[in-house]
Structures are given as structure tokens and as C-alpha cells.
């Protein structure tokens, strides 16, 4: 990533995951995405969405969890495809079984930036490759102007792939757009981009409907395993 004074924070955060991936879990969640995977826009590692769906899944499947996180701040649909679905692979590999479940939040970066065709292929290229357990979300909404009609059209594309994927999907583009005007700004950091500590718990929302169905599956008493 290029230096900028957020750079020393995201390295810590990167670190701070890296140890986390260390931790053993009855189950492995591992999160794709871009900065918002990360929780950049808070302090605590567990106020992040990913932080909040694992100790959701931990909750209600009634088992230990394991999280790797392999987001990258900056990502966009293209670091999906060529760097983070390969490092799921190997981490599966490594873990000798399949994720439990895994979470993505991607095309937030590519919004007025990547041409229109580009990253509808990728995205779709994205969902193709994508393990059973995936929760997919589209596109937080950006309230105003051309990045909120390409946040938009790259949400219906995410939508449409994953639904004929038969993925589950997390409607994080509905459920931030309700809050769209001045009633959002706490749910913004200082940067106004990424998500504060209440933002991240909007964002959990659009995921947890999926989170606790998946959970759900996976409880002992049912014999739930990947």
C-alpha cells in the first residue's frame, strides 16, 4: 500500500489478525475483502464486522471459532480474484479441511474507478470460485452522486452472480441506504469513508441473518461440520 498516516494503523491491524489467525477454533471462519474486512475506522478488533459475525457464529453454533482474515486495505475486486481466493485455498489446505464459513465485501474501491466491464466480470469470475459457505455483500451505499449510481449497478451484478450461485447474500447496500443523510454521519469515522464502531454494527446487520443461519448448521447437536 502507499504510504500515507493511516499506513502504521494498518499495518498494527494486519498484525493484530495475523495473531488472531493463530488462535485455534472448533470452526474456521476466513473473511476476503478490502479495508472494511479489516475494521479500519475503529480500535477494537471485535467491534469490526468480522469481528462481530465470528463472535456471532461463536454464539450461536455453540463452538469455539478460528478466524483468518486475509482482506487487504485498498482491495479491489481484481486483488480478489488474483491474490485472496488463491490464500484461501492454501489456508484451507494448511488447515487440511474447508472453511466453515467465509465472509466477502468487495467493489467498494472499484466504485467510479474500475470500468464498468472490468469489474462485473471479475465480480462474477469472484463468485464463480467461491466455496457453498460464502456470504457475499454488495456495495455499502455512498448516499450522493456518480460512485453511488456504480455502487448501485456493481450491487445489482453482485446480487444476480450470487444468487444464481446460490451464495448467500448480505444486503449491505439496503441497509446502509436507510440510513442515508445527516443521520448517518456517526456511522463514519474521521475520514468519513470507512465505517466508525456504530457503523460496523450496520454493517454486521446485512450479514447477520446468513451468519446465524450458517451458525445454526453448524451446532454440535445437529451434526453440523463444512
Not at 72 to 86: I, N, S, W
Not at 119 to 124: G, H, L, P, S, T
Not at 171 to 188: A, K, N
Request: aromatic share 8%; with cysteine.
Amino acid at each position: 500500500m502507499t504510504w500515507s498516516p493511516r499506513t502504521p494503523f494498518v499495518r498494527r491491524r494486519v498484525a493484530e489478525w495475523r495473531r488472531r489467525a493463530d488462535e485455534s477454533g472448533d470452526l474456521l471462519y476466513v473473511a476476503l475483502g478490502d479495508s472494511a474486512a479489516l475494521g479500519v475506522g475503529t480500535r477494537d478488533l471485535d467491534a469490526s464486522y468480522v469481528g462481530l459475525a465470528a463472535h456471532r457464529l461463536q454464539r450461536l453454533s455453540f463452538r469455539t471459532v478460528r478466524v483468518v482474515n486475509l482482506a487487504r486495505y485498498g482491495a479491489r475486486a481484481d486483488d480478489v480474484l488474483d491474490r485472496q481466493l488463491d490464500l484461501l485455498v492454501e489456508v484451507e489446505r494448511e488447515a487440511g479441511r474447508p472453511a466453515d464459513m467465509v465472509t466477502l465485501d468487495i467493489g467498494g474501491n472499484d466504485a467510479g474507478r474500475t470500468p464498468a466491464d472490468d469489474v462485473d466480470a471479475r465480480v462474477r469470475a469472484i463468485v464463480g470460485r467461491l466455496p457453498p459457505h460464502t456470504i457475499v455483500a454488495d456495495l455499502p451505499c455512498f448516499h450522493f452522486g456518480e460512485r453511488e449510481w456504480d455502487a448501485r449497478r456493481i450491487s445489482q451484478t453482485i446480487a444476480d452472480a450470487v444468487h444464481t450461485a446460490g451464495l448467500a447474500f448480505a444486503p449491505l447496500h439496503r441497509v446502509t441506504e436507510y440510513r442515508r443523510g445527516w443521520g448517518s454521519f456517526p456511522d463514519f469515522s474521521w475520514d468519513q469513508f470507512h465505517p466508525s464502531r456504530l457503523g460496523y454494527r450496520v454493517w454486521d446487520s446485512a450479514y447477520a441473518g446468513a451468519v446465524a443461519r450458517r451458525a445454526r448448521a453448524l451446532r454440535p447437536d445437529v451434526g453440523g461440520h463444512a
